[in-house]
């Protein structure tokens, strides 16, 4: 299958173009728009360390928080208010945006506000979720189900495809390994870009412990630098990492959020993992081991 | 069983036509594939993208690729049906009289060839077991 390569960003913010040989492209933001205020200073941060490492990105961040554990936590500031939060943060800030959708009814507003529509994991095979998410004609960044073989993604992109969509990015975000427990297979990549679209890797999700603290996620934050290393090195078009500036008091996944503080430090791993891995396949060729006979 | 009206028979005349045997586009799923191939009984099936012809799969190339494949079933059934077929075929063309097609199957093999017409275009199948009847009727 040929490489597709996917732009995001309409009208006047930056295009950011994703795909295979392209430079590594950032996701990330806090994982819900908390505040205005907050979600300026995190667009405006995150954008100066991209800038000082000549990073392209997306700014993502959440408006509903649908799939959080317990009908107390923080359900986010909501459609509307939130899809204006994001709108201003395109025009002040001239970055694409993205945002999930948790219901069919909300896709449309989402796209007519966002650069990329996002389909939650938990979400990834619902046939009346991956309809909407077509019909915005935004391009999706499609989430690997915990719970979905690589290779039954197809499924997915098809689904997809039939509802005209022709511009995916699929990501990783872990594989369920029993109970409350994740684990990354990095044979995901290779098979997912084997649909043609661009692969993403979900970092600050793959080290969550799935709802291990009763009612909420846990994650092990300190592996994530081990994570981006091997997920970059493995090969991936996109790299996705939520980020805050005080994670104790984060009103979503406090326990897997990468402190800002270490976002110029990991990012900067990544872009020159990135670099160094094309500069390898430039000198030694593409990956083409044939299979067993 | 050569006889003079077996003589004069062409491919067109015996062979299955479009809608007798199955036909797949490339980017059907393996699994899928397999169930369209067990409803025709006949131990293949014809790959096709506009009309052409892109491979073929038949019982044997399956039964090889089980002992062969190296990953877990659930990813085999998903991959396309077209990365596992037979991409340059043997074939025949509707206007090849009978008896050399028959010697071809011989020669090569195979107890199908499908069948092409003036333009490349599957037009037919040609199975083994109606051709035997229809010699052996014409004997």
Redesign the interface.
């Known amino acids: 299958m040929d490489a597709k390569h996917i732009e995001v960003g309409y009208d006047s913010v930056t295009r950011v173009r994703i795909g295979k040989g392209l430079p590594l492209v950032y996701i990330g933001g806090p994982c819900a728009i908390e505040s205005r205020d907050h979600a300026f200073k995190m667009a405006e941060d995150i954008g100066r360390i991209c800038e000082k490492l000549g990073v392209s990105w997306i700014y993502k961040s959440c408006y509903d928080k649908d799939c959080r554990s317990s009908p107390d936590s923080f359900h986010g500031m909501g459609l509307e208010e939130g899809l204006r939060v994001l709108a201003d943060i395109r025009d002040a800030f001239g970055v694409p945006v993205v945002s999930d959708f948790s219901d069919s009814s909300w896709a449309a507003a989402t796209g007519e506000v966002c650069d990329m529509v996002q389909v939650p994991a938990y979400l990834c095979r619902q046939t009346s979720i991956l309809r909407a998410a077509a019909e915005t004609k935004r391009p999706v960044h499609l989430k690997k189900g915990q719970f979905m073989?690589p290779?039954?993604m197809?499924?997915s992109i098809r689904k997809l495809e039939a509802f005209g969509c022709d511009r995916v990015l699929l990501a990783d975000r872990g594989t369920f390994m029993g109970y409350n427990m994740l684990v990354n297979d990095m044979t995901c990549f290779p098979?997912m870009a084997q649909t043609g679209y661009p692969v993403c890797f979900d970092a600050t999700h793959s080290i969550q412990m799935p709802t291990s603290m009763g009612n909420v996620s846990g994650g092990q934050r300190e592996f994530i630098p081990y994570l981006v290393r091997a997920a970059v090195a493995c090969g991936v078009d996109a790299l996705f990492m939520e980020t805050h500036d005080d994670p104790p008091s984060a009103l979503s996944d406090p326990n897997t959020v990468l402190d800002i503080q270490y976002l110029e430090n990991v990012l900067g791993q990544a872009k020159k993992v990135h670099e160094m891995r094309l500069e390898i396949l430039d000198q030694f060729g593409e990956d083409n081991v044939h299979?067993?006979? | 069983m050569s006889t003079p009206q077996s003589k004069t028979l062409k491919v067109a005349d015996v062979m299955l036509p479009v809608g007798r045997f199955p036909i797949v586009p490339p980017n059907m799923?393996l699994k899928e594939a397999l169930e369209e191939m067990g409803k025709w009984r006949l131990g293949i099936v014809c790959v096709s993208a506009d009309e052409k012809l892109s491979g073929i799969m038949t019982d044997g190339d399956i039964r090889r690729m089980l002992l062969?494949v190296?990953?877990?079933f659930?990813?085999f059934f998903?991959?396309d049906v077209i990365d596992h077929a037979i991409v340059s075929p043997v074939v025949t063309t509707d206007e090849t009289l009978l008896l050399d097609a028959v010697n071809l199957m011989e020669k090569k093999e195979v107890w199908d060839l499908p069948v092409t017409g003036k333009n490349g275009a599957l037009v037919g199948l040609l199975h083994l077991h109606p051709v035997v009847q229809t010699l052996l009727d014409s004997a």
């Open positions: 073989s290779w039954n197809k499924n098979i299979p067993a006979k | 799923l062969e190296q990953k877990p659930s990813a998903s991959d």
